[in-house]
């Protein structure tokens, strides 16, 4: 009989147990179905009160096309002058030198020149000849007169009085175009400025030979800086969005937070075969002399052509992880993160956007302020 009434307690016993754990497995498994179904993928979220982020609607601009390239600032070679010496000879006196400001006539340096020497020589000897040949004419008009010349030797005393002054104007022009002055004969060449400007290339020193034109460099170059090139490459895929006559805005590491205005004056037409760049040319005014050639400077090309853009408040494109995001509503209170390619900002805040999102689409206005609060929630 006890044997009886202890199989039995130990089967209901085993029968709780065994509906217990069912009933426990029961509730796990229909936990873990309602867990799936709330579970999301990563970027979307469900906000429980998304009437306390505000929304702004994805829009479209007219805005001009914008490319931003590198550069550097080089002197208008219109207004560039290279200063050679046309004889040859030894430095004297270096008067000048690399980054002076010059004026026009201003003495550079003094040159002992062999050449100069040679043709005011040329010019005194030449002048000689021309006093001879001068009497030799008067004497022989004179005898002419009385009829003691015939006509034939008058003719070949002035054949010889032209001649010699043919030969003073040669030599005289040779000893102005060396740097001489026929007047003030002196085997010294003063080479002056021929204009006003700033020496920004210098190729001799004092006491230095200087050779024939042929075969020397130009002893000076001087730019006249008042107006200035910036001359930037551009790559051959953005080339057509850069045209003659389009705005540029140029900004220098040398003046952080300043803005120069000009226009582009030049695009090359041949390519750089090892960058398959051109150069393009925009011409600055440069009053002040702030722009000093050899500065760095960046480029940015605006259009004249107004093209549709799509565009969103800046505080809308959130930077994370080297990507720009934005939170795209999906419905009542589901949001999505999205990657956007993000370009320039407008003056008045606007962010365009070239891929991503679309006009109409609906994006949180602050995205920082949204990531923030969904890191918080978890």
């Known amino acids: ?48 009160h998304p009437e306390l982020f505000k929304l702004v609607t994805v829009a479209t601009r007219a805005l001009p096309t914008e490319l931003t390239a590198n550069g550097t600032v080089n002197p208008d070679v219109t207004r560039t002058i290279r200063v050679t010496s046309l004889g040859s000879g030894r430095v004297l006196d270096l008067k000048v030198r690399l980054g002076d400001y010059v004026k026009k006539g201003q003495s550079l340096l003094v040159i002992t020149s062999p050449d100069l020497a040679q043709a005011t020589a040329d010019y005194r000897k030449a002048m000689a000849d021309d006093q001879l040949s001068r009497k030799a004419l008067e004497r022989a008009q004179l005898l002419f007169s009385k009829g003691a010349l015939a006509e034939k030797d008058l003719q070949v005393a002035q054949d010889s009085e032209d001649k010699s002054k043919v030969d003073v104007e040669t030599a005289e022009q040779r000893v102005r175009v060396l740097g001489g002055d026929p007047a003030h004969p002196s085997p010294l060449i003063d080479l002056r400025a021929p204009v006003s400007g700033t020496i920004v290339e210098q190729n001799v020193a004092g006491f230095e030979g200087i050779k024939s034109l042929d075969n020397t460099p130009n002893l000076f170059t001087i730019a006249d800086l008042s107006q200035v090139w910036i001359v930037c490459d551009v790559f051959e895929n953005d080339l057509g969005d850069v045209h003659l006559g389009d705005s540029a805005e140029i900004q220098l590491n040398a003046f952080p937070g300043r803005t120069f205005q000009g226009k582009v004056a030049d695009i090359s037409r041949v390519l750089d075969p090892n960058t398959r760049s051109a150069k393009v040319r925009i011409v600055l005014p440069n009053t002040d002399g702030s722009l000093r050639p050899g500065m760095f400077a960046v480029a940015m090309f605006r259009s004249r052509q107004l093209l549709p ?60 302020e949204f990531s923030t609060a969904m890191a918080e929630q978890k």
């Open 309 to 368: 853009r799509v565009v969103l408040p800046s505080t809308s494109v959130m930077r994370l992880q080297d990507r720009d995001w934005v939170f795209c509503k999906e419905g009542s209170s589901r949001f999505r993160r999205v990657s956007v390619q993000a370009y320039h900002l407008t003056q008045d805040g606007m962010q365009e956007i070239r891929e991503g999102v679309k006009p109409g689409d609906e994006v949180v206005a602050n995205a920082l």
């Open 1 to 48: 009989m006890r044997a009886r009434m202890f199989v039995s307690i130990t089967t209901t016993s085993l029968l709780i147990v065994l509906l217990s754990l069912g009933v426990a497995c029961s509730h796990d498994s229909q936990a873990a179905s309602t867990k799936a179904e709330i579970t999301l993928e990563p970027g979307v979220y469900n906000v429980d």
